[in-house]
């Protein structure tokens, strides 16, 4: 590629899983020059697709950077966070810091007091479903797996508000393990979760739960209740959200299809499946696009399902996406 | 064990997936002598657990046989019911030939007039729902892995009538590879499964459908609709059935547990999660037992998860304890 | 089965792998009364197949226990192995420390000093070759995965003294994750794992080098030395060991399936598989036994495959085998 | 990428998986514009990462065709090479057909005439141990899996000729599913290859051997025999060559690696890994690449651990290097 003038980046939480594809993909990225990946972890070893080493967090001068992403477990981020905008970098944070609108809503979810309110609201990195407030932002909060998966398999219908009030939004999501983080725990090990498949905090009892319903109401403040029970899959990446609506009476199911065209026709990362096609993982595992198929149950009773690369338009690439948009460069540089 | 008087059995489709369980379990089943294992394609070689070779279909001859497991495909199951019935065997189909009660509602679902109307209605194996009527029957419908592992987490709810009638009742279900058969197909070949989750005949589509829902409504003639979506996972046995279903707003979720405590309790082969736990594949593959946890979502909304292994509790387990039934043995020889 | 007269039986380490094997062989092992299943991590919780809870390592009381099992770290075993020889109890150690037959070979292997030198040797408990040595013995060293694997596809040829001296014993080994051991490390996080195959400890530097070559030599004192490379496989269970070998001038490999023949025909754990037949994982995967396959790839060179499930045949499956010699009990109770 | 002038390329065999490879990596090639897609099997459906349909074999025009790539089965092979010879096109073979330098050997090897005996010798395309023989040549013969990955694992020290002739050459292979073709098989059906590894064709019974060993020829033509058994390994993809080799006594084991350095230093599609590190699958799986690691067992004894992606650098992104040769492009165009 041509030389240009590249912005210069660094990486947070580098050697995590997000932040391993993050640095993979800003490693192809024309106008992005990586100059650091930090990782308290792996200091000093190599970091894969780079010329760099990893290291400390505290080691880390952020003069003269222009952007971090910030793929850190909760908490750590939002730290970071404040530490990055004092100075002068900007920020995309990977974590669920900074996702929720109100110091309030993140007690609620988190059970502790957000670490850093004043910088709550933050707007909500989902570019497909909140790209005008994106643009040129200085920090955004870049949604993760599970509500990105489930939003963008609900936004045409939320936004139209076709559904029933009184009716439960249900959603049956399963996650490759990687969605579970690196550090190794014993419900990651390979012989817990090979031949298996397991739900875990089902209903609403998952912190995603808060946050989902956060953005859905945005677009449909009278939507029915979420239900959502996430499982974990025995594969190692990929995010799929089956999920079961019902519609207002006066709306038809025959009529979804136009409606999520109208949304999704221009949009180079959401691929709509033809009728007679289901969306797998296979669709998505090692893009940055999701995946979305439609079925007509009956009139009024919807099953879509939504994939996507959990590590990928789950995380890091939509990550991308955002600084793309932050930093006025074509949106899909890097991701297609 | 002690030598005792044994019936004589024979297994047709005993190379297939679930006749392979079937002789396995019968290979140490102390009231049974397996006399033969019919299998067109494996004729000539050795059969597993065994001392026999498998024999042609046309080969067998049924006297002095007192009872045959027809684990066929549908359509053949159907026409070898026929002819051991009139050989005087007892039958155990375990295709979905003899599960329809009217020649209707196979034609329904399977789209063409049933081989053998005259049989119908056959009594539904399914022993924790209909064990009165199983108990010195001639020929049972053994049911499969759907229809067992959904309608067990079904049944408390429905035998007490507590589910809202205008409500669907949503399964989420979920099935590892050896429910789609021996037959090499691209849609089980390693390479396409591996990584991979699929739905397929999503909705009401699934033949399943129809079976499901005239037992759902034997047990409550007013429950909601089903609606049905199976998935294809990366795993070679087991079946889970995630189950979201609304109350009558005079029942309170609260009560649930207790009604599937009066359900289960005496029952060996279902095994009611504590509330903590939540039910996964490795709770019952390779037993021949059912797992199910239950998630109270809100007052009146329930998550149920139920799971069996596909080939066991969901086929060849389910059987032989029809089987056993039939003729008088404890009900859960070779079982446990 | 009858009620009879039975042992008192303890297991330490009881919830790592080859320890939850060992309870769900005892739990139905007809001489055998499970009194106890030691755990330090999981103190308190229900030890599955049984009425027990785990209890912690100095909590259990040895009056009156007749014999225990060690599933415990090596340097950990020894030391309990010491103290329940005091108590009066019967060993069969799981670990490596006591299958080194002097202090010297311990040290040059384990890189310290053996903790307690004066309880070696202790008979080597691979019954196939050593049976004489363990019947009635009150300390046996159980051998695990990769020697038992390793030797039983060896032992026809060694004990017959074919092996050309001059040339190295190559044997390319992958094993079962569960082989790694249940705490959770990074080399067995499932993501790590899928889809990948590692080798480790290549060449002669993997511990059970040491271990293998004593038992050889004790066969054959003359033969070649061993090449050993193990692999991680992307499986929970099964061991596979790859043997290539090269006969003596004197001798021809048309006449090695005899010998195998002769070794193991009366063998009821071991399965030498027809000349067409190669040995896979499925063979023995969840029995206790061996499958050894045999290739003339010349005159005088062999190719032999030998597998085991590495927490059956292994490990635990074998422990209770050295435990009914040890007791009197028919060999093979609880292992068919 | 700037607009320049493109070659007109078609594939034959192209919805096989070493077929899909290929059409994925042409689409991204700058030098490369695809023309057709030719499957009998999936005639008329889109061809995935292009705007094309594919096409039966006998509906293809050749006119006005640069190149192409035959990714179709032995024997249907040699006929379209010979075919595309006529009409002009350039013509890159991954079948084994024009693999053998002479008919004689093809029929030793195939066990039946050669179909065009008048094509061979073709020139090998391995383009790290052939690239003199290959550069503007009009018709190329790419290696796949087993050969590629085997023969770069030894060929610094069969053009040093450092081994010893009177020792055989032992190669321990296991290769990923998608190396068995796309076509169901019941080898290749997912429950049979869950959990499981299975050598097949062991010894010197697989068809590669004489192709191997005629390439090692051609570099030490002392070379001692091949020693071959490969397995079928529970992954999509990868594939691992383990060498177990002896070094002439003037030789010297500590020495090896700078062999190794000198011959693949400047080759930017093979990795010589540090001697600390063992080559995994996930060090090649999804690039063009192949890794190397070299264990000193002793002096004399080396063991070598080669890997490549089975349908990369062992098929497709092989057959692409050697379009580039052909026609002047640079090697790795494509392929990084």
Known sequence: MAEQTKIRVGVYGASGYAGLDLVEILAKHGHVELVFAASNTFAGQTVPHTDLRYVKMDDVTLEGVDAVFLALPHGVSAEMAAKAQVAGCAVIDLSADLRMDTPESYRE??????????????????????????????????????????????????????????????????????????????????????????????????????????????????????????????????????????????????DVRALYEAAYDQEPLVQLLAASEQATLKHVVRTNGAAISLTLVTRHLLHITSVTDNLRKGASGQAVQCLNLMFGFPETTALL
Chains 1, 2, 3, 4 share one sequence.
Not at 148 to 176: C, F, H, M, N, Q
Not at 183 to 211: A, C, I, Q
């Open 109 to 254: 979810w988190y059970s502790h007091a957000h670490p850093h309110p004043e910088l709550l609201p933050v707007p909500y990195g989902l570019p497909e479903i909140n790209r005008a407030h994106l643009v040129g932002k200085r920090m955004i909060a870049a949604p993760g797996c599970y509500p990105t998966t489930t939003l963008l398999g609900l936004y045409p219908l939320l936004k139209a508000r076709w559904l029933l009030p009184e009716r439960p939004v249900i959603v049956d999501a399963k996650s490759g393990v990687s969605g579970a983080g690196r550090e190794p725990k014993p419900t990651t090990h390979f012989v817990e979760v090979f031949g298996n498949l397991s739900p875990y905090n089902p209903g609403r009892s998952h912190r995603h739960v808060g946050e989902i319903e956060q953005e859905m109401h945005k677009l449909d403040p009278n939507v029915g209740m979420l239900v959502f029970t996430p499982h974990l899959l025995p594969v190692d990446r990929g995010l799929m959200a089956s999920i079961y609506v019902e519609l207002k009476p006066e709306y038809d199911s025959r």
